[in-house]
Nanobody, 115 residues
Framework: QVQLVESGGGLVQPGGSLRLSCATS????????MGWFRQGPGKQRQLVAL???????NYAESVKGRFTISRDNAKNTVYLQMNNLGPADTAVYYC?????????WGQGTQVTVSS
C-alpha cells in the first residue's frame, strides 16, 4: 500500500506563502514521479505540479511563477512552495504518485486564502 503523508496546509492572507510537504517511503520516492493536485470548492481535482525523479518539473498555467515543486531525496519528501497566494488557490491539496490504476493519493491538506 502506498502511503503519502502530507502536511503544511492552513489559513493564509492573500499575498502570503505556504509550503506543503509530502513524505513517503524510499522505494516509492526514488522510482516515481511525484506531484500535487488540488480540488477547490465545487470544482474538479486538477493538476498543480509534477516532478520527475530527475527533477524535471511541469506546472499548471495558473501557478507558474508563483509555485515551486521540489524533492529532497535524502528525506523522501516532495515540497510545494506556494507564494503570492490568492483566494482562487483555496482548495484541498493532494499529494500524488502514478502508482495503481487510479494513481495513489494522500489524505489531502486544506489551504485557505482569505483576509
Amino acid at each position: 500500500q502506498v502511503q503519502l503523508v502530507e502536511s503544511g496546509g492552513g489559513l493564509v492572507q492573500p499575498g502570503g506563502s505556504l509550503r506543503l510537504s509530502c513524505a513517503t517511503s524510499e522505494s516509492i520516492f526514488s522510482h516515481n514521479v511525484m506531484g500535487w493536485f488540488r480540488q477547490g470548492p465545487g470544482k474538479q481535482r486538477q493538476l498543480v505540479a509534477l516532478i520527475t525523479t530527475e527533477g524535471a518539473t511541469n506546472y499548471a498555467e495558473s501557478v507558474k511563477g508563483r509555485f515551486t515543486i521540489s524533492r529532497d531525496n535524502a528525506k523522501n519528501t516532495v515540497y510545494l512552495q506556494m507564494n503570492n497566494l490568492g483566494p482562487a488557490d483555496t482548495a484541498v491539496y493532494y499529494c500524488y504518485t502514478p502508482i495503481g490504476a487510479a494513481g495513489s493519493w494522500g489524505q489531502g491538506t486544506q489551504v485557505t486564502v482569505s483576509s
